[in-house]
């Protein structure tokens, strides 16, 4: 078996950037357009919310496509391409497959029977749109990465690495995500979920979050040193598309930018996060499930509480604070400990023998 370097960094990067998409989501449902895009809305709005996240939304699901695309380095690491198809498959497209019938079609029930509209059952994909991109794009680039992985001391990766020693190394990719957006031309940057610009920015982080990790120490180097240059960037950017652009700039800027926000996320995560730690070891295993039943979790949250009279800045802290503790109690209780759910939610069929010792090892597990 090959020894690998723990990255206790990069699985913190997703437990925090799922842990901002529950936020995220929660705020939609106090903007006014809540409704046109299948969410229950509230009657009173938090427009002022609504800013910061547009300064989120344009790197959160990218940032999500480059840590799958560095998982899968280190999946590859230990398995043949027959054993890592079946082991995605397990993973990504069952929960993906079960979801689209069983868990998608809850949220939009409890939508239904909200505002009294006629019950209809019609499976659709929902949030879980990401697994159903990341398997295809599994699919698509596995022949080029086990070669890669095959040349691995070859000339391509001693290229790489030395230009990913220069901070414009990093930098320098953006333009193929510049390319993205002028080619596809999306309406809105941030509307990933089942749309070609969500499918191509995807694929383009997921093929370059694997490089990334491929090309060595030397990119996390860069980002460690260039951090804050990188967000310099990203701020200034950002400021432009609040000020000139009212958020929604032109996609060739956008993609800039994001790429900036995350690089320089990698950075401070580099620095601050690369250590191990028991309460990692839980998110870590907890993040997955939790993304799956979330949507549904957060509409029964706003089903009861919209209706109570309290201040709508309250109503947004207690749907938060309803859908991380029902989330937490459905993982904890449910999800983890009955073994035939597990493997629907991303979770491996483990004893609770060896799941306990798991949750109690420094070990992560970023595949």
């Not at 940057?189 to 920015?201: D, P, R, S």
């Not at 967000?231 to 929604?248: D, H, K, N, P, S």
């Not at 706003?302 to 859908?323: G, N, Q, R």
């Amino acid at each position: 078996m090959v020894k690998t370097e723990r990255r206790y960094d990069i699985d913190w990067l997703r437990v925090i950037a799922i842990g901002l998409l529950l936020i995220y989501h929660i705020a939609i449902i106090f903007q006014p357009w809540a409704m046109f895009i299948g969410f229950i809305r509230s009657d009173e709005f938090l427009e002022g919310l609504w800013k910061p996240m547009t300064m989120l939304n344009v790197w959160r699901i990218p940032l999500l496509f480059y840590v799958s695309g560095m998982g899968l380095y280190f999946a590859m690491r230990k398995r043949n391409w027959k054993q890592l198809i079946l082991e995605r498959t397990k993973r990504i497209l069952l929960p993906f497959v079960f979801g689209f019938v069983a868990i998608t079609t809850l949220h939009m029930y409890i939508f239904q029977t909200y505002y009294d509209m006629p019950l209809g059952y019609y499976p659709h994909v929902g949030h879980l749109w990401f697994l159903g991109n990341i398997f295809a794009y599994v699919l698509l680039l596995l022949p080029l990465f086990f070669y890669l992985k095959k040349n691995e001391n070859g000339r391509f990766k001693n290229v790489l690495s030395k230009f990913m020693g220069n901070p414009v190394g990093p930098l320098s990719i953006s333009i193929f995500f510049v390319v993205e957006a002028l080619l596809v031309k999306p309406q809105l940057f941030a509307l990933y979920a089942e749309t070609w610009h969500g499918f191509f920015l995807g694929l383009l982080a997921f093929f370059f979050g694997f490089l990334f990790v491929y090309s060595g120490k030397t990119f996390w180097q860069t980002v460690l040193k260039w951090r804050y240059f990188y967000l310099g960037i990203a701020a200034v950017l950002y400021g432009i598309r609040y000020v000139e652009f009212a958020t929604e700039a032109p996609g060739y800027l956008t993609a800039i930018e994001a790429n900036c926000w995350i690089f320089g996320v990698f950075g401070l995560g580099y620095k601050y996060l690369n250590r191990p730690s028991k309460i990692l070891s839980y998110l870590s295993q907890a993040a997955y499930p939790v993304y799956i039943i979330h949507m549904f979790v957060l509409y029964i949250g706003a089903m009861l509480i919209l209706p109570l009279e309290m201040p709508t800045v309250l109503k947004f802290i207690a749907i938060t604070a309803f859908t991380g503790i029902i989330c937490y109690l459905l993982y904890e209780f449910v999800l983890r400990r009955v073994v035939f759910l597990r493997p629907f939610f991303g979770l491996k069929w483990t004893s609770k023998k060896i799941e306990r010792s798991k949750l109690h090892s420094p070990d992560i597990n970023l595949e």
